[in-house]
């Protein structure tokens, strides 16, 4: 299942990542070898094998409904890199 | 001071030998002295561990000490530390100071653990070399011309060249054992959940687990009954038990049966690795343990599977780093997409957009079911295997890594041969299993490992069985020099 800079270019927008057009076939170059390697599960026989998610069969833990943590929303503005008022800021969405 | 395990410098501050204050000022200075070069340190936190410190001494004298009071412990930069820049080796947090404190961090610190600072690794843990480090590589001590592995591995260099007693780190591949071995230092990855992810980037969340790193077996289980235990705000956090870890280190092990995996030794592995962990298996052997062989077919499949789940779980992991909340933003956004697509690709390095297109990939429609399925699959095949491995034995051994360090620059450019570092340590992180890597020897003067595997939950039996290797050895307690050499 090799991969173009087509698909390259498709995959790197899904992921929100820039990749610069002369850097495209070194990238899909890469990205097969590393595919190619991933290829050799296509040997083993899951017939019958339900997929594992999680390394142990737990269930998750259920709480109370109540609030446990204190309000940090002052601390997680001071992070951003815009903020103003209580909101971060990005460039403009609707004209 | 450097010279001692965690384990007598405990002894040497209750019995007064020396104050905290002047075995962290110790500590401090032999990091201003080495550390130029080897770079095992992105941030040293001089003030406050001298602050703690001195309260730690104060504790002491009245009597209060915990665990881990007065020791000085160096934190791998992945664990978020409030007020401190916590960089996960990446130029997209480079800025980014922790609002809140990783619950490993919290708990060392509240059984009186000094911080000396954050080691360097692997941007955010992806890489088993630590030359995808935004800071740069860290140079094995050893060897500074060589890699000390990854993505652990400023703190597996830090305690081989002894800049710290002791240490943090985590392992998603084999990132505390690989390092472990190639800096000839003691690694413990714990069962998964056994110790608590908040406040630990993350980069696979179904594999990754923190663990102790010291220089011996004993330092690692007072490290881990300090780290170990449930935690409400990490819901695959495992509310079972703690045992007592330190209690175990001298059970008998006579009649304990190792296993040895064959897949661990095949052919093609360099005979001087293969020759030395079975000489390590030998030393176990005549202590009183049983050897029988056994096999794990699937193994051979978990390189494979582990690069399928590995980066499909960090390509939406990373997908939080939008260049809006917290890290890296790129100037002067023309728009929404602009920003997003420019701050990530500014602010990642190669191999995390890589491992992030890659998963993207695994996961867009149409490949879902021939990649994440098939590989998750293939997880079970491999688990299953382990499980009927432990119908017979107690442990398994084999050797941590299939190499000793390589040169910088070696692997660089050559993802997929850079990724076979862990093909001994992987198919533990996909089972979910507790694997413990100590020093077994020296080949070209370079050191080795031996992986120690145990069942889930037993971090107990196998730190017990590294103790007893190792009171019979001295291998762990061998340094380099640093002095003027190279």
Known sequence: ?95 | MHTKTLTELKAGLAAGEFSSRELTEHFLGRIQQFDADINSFVTVTEQQALAQADAADAALAAGKGGLLTGLPIAHKDIFCTEGVRTSCGSKMLDTFIAPYTATVVEKMAAEGAVMLGKTNMDEFAMGSSNETSYYGPVKNPWDRERVPGGSSGGAAACLGARLAPAATGTDTGGSIRQPAALNGITGLKPTYGRVSRWGMIAFASSLDQAGPMGLSAADCALMLQAMAGHDHRDSTSLNEKVDDYLGALNDDIRGLTIGVPEEFFPDTLDGAIADNSREAIRELEKLGAKVVSVSLPSIKLSVPAYYVIAPAEASSNLSRFDGVRFGHRCDDPQDLEDLYKRSRSEGFGDEVKRRILVGTYALSAGYYDAYYRRAQQVRRLIRDDFARAFEKVDVLMGPTAPETAFKLGDKKDDPVSMYMADVFTIGVNLAGLPALSMPTGFIKGLPTGTQVIGNYFREGQILNVAHKYQQATDWHKQAPVLGGAK
């Not at chain 1, 698909?7 to 190619?36: C, F, G, M, W, Y």
């Not at chain 1, 998750?60 to 929303?73: G, Y």
């Not at chain 1, 002052?74 to 890199?81: G, L, Q, T």
């Open chain 1, 1 to 95: 299942m090799a991969i173009d800079s087509k698909v390259v270019a498709q995959v790197a927008h899904l992921a929100r990542l820039k990749v610069d057009p002369a850097d495209t076939d070194a990238l899909s170059n890469r990205l097969n070898d590393i595919l190619a390697m991933v290829d050799q599960l296509q040997q083993a026989d899951v017939t019958d094998v339900a997929p594992m998610a999680h390394p142990l069969d737990v269930t998750q833990p259920l709480r109370d409904d109540t609030v446990s943590e204190p309000n940090v929303r002052d601390k997680a503005m001071d992070i951003a890199p815009a903020a103003e008022d209580g909101c971060f800021l990005v460039p403009r969405v609707i004209e």
